[in-house]
């Protein structure tokens, strides 16, 4: 498949998409985890045959998705799980609020390394627990924990989950199974659960293996909360599906317990795009590596020659921009006036950062750092 599909432009702006939304129409939204890209043919077909049938009555999950998830999950990371181990969602952010309500108490402690998305800080404090957040280490061009901060604060008496995001956004790393077992074996040594956001796994740019943190050994299986989904993967967010893999009986019966009457079940169009991607999409996926790997890319060469420092980027289509070297007051609206809408880097916990996406077309991502060059020739000349 050719990537140049991804070079085409859509028009968004009276879909009522939240990314197009933000901004005025001279300002590029280069925010929200949302690409411009048109879904593959696979899932727009799947659809269109479910909407002809006309009967949109309450829909449970099909045993083809069930088997579609197993097989997927095997082929990639050659995890294999029991179709009883899945817990299907309409979304991931509810099930990550969810589980810190379920699996601590009013003022347990929740560990979170980061800066990272900011649900996952989000939901320990919209809970009233205690959020612990853990600083990041640059060591050999990636974003890892640091471990000696992540140990102290697992070691807290009150000490009960953590929260942990792999691929890492905004950071982009891809853990390695070293790095994995090292956090596994704090969780291991002082009893937490572990709640793994995984949504950005398929979205791997170099040549990398995602290792499920639930797949490392048994007992990593019996802590870990994992959660993932097409969403990102097939840019399908707004059909509403996720699932997540608990393998514990007693943490996904409590889960299920607490969810029932609260958390809706996915609704039929979403189950009918996810078989579709996961069934048929994998062609679409490929080639949709390559041009975010190409844009990653063109990204990283035009800001080597600024102030802006981007770190090389493992996984996910959104670049962790560095940009304490401006000096600037504002970063986050400095450039919005400059017609370019990153998300504000104090969201995910550094206001020195800029969080851009760059899953959209070649000529937008073009268009969106020749705005920013001369920006930056404009501060810097004043």
Known sequence: MSTSVFDALIDRSKMCSDKWSKYPENVIPMWVADMDFDSPNCIKKALNQRVEEGVYGYTHTPKALVEAIQSHLVKRYGWNVSGAHLVH???????????????SKEGDGIVVPGPVYYHLTKAPLLADRELTSVGMLVEKGRWVPNMAELEAACAKSNSKMLLLCNPHNPGGTVYTKAELLAIHKLAEKYDLIVVSDEIHCDLILDDLPHIPFASLNDDAANRTITLMAPSKTFNIAGLGYA???????????????????????????????????????????????QYLAENRDLLAERLSATPIKMLHLEATYLAWLDVSALGLDNPYQFFVDAGVGMSDGKDFGDANFLRLNFGCPKSVLEEAIQRIESALKTHQAS
């Open 89 to 103: 969602l309409p979304g991931l952010v509810c099930a990550l609020h969810l589980s810190v309500r379920v699996f």
């Open 243 to 289: 699932f997540a893999v608990i393998e514990n009986s007693q943490l996904r019966q409590a889960f299920n317990k607490e969810r029932a009457g609260l958390i809706a079940s996915p609704n039929m169009l979403g189950l009918t795009a996810a078989l579709a991607a996961y069934e048929e999409g994998q062609e679409w996926h490929q080639a949709l590596l």
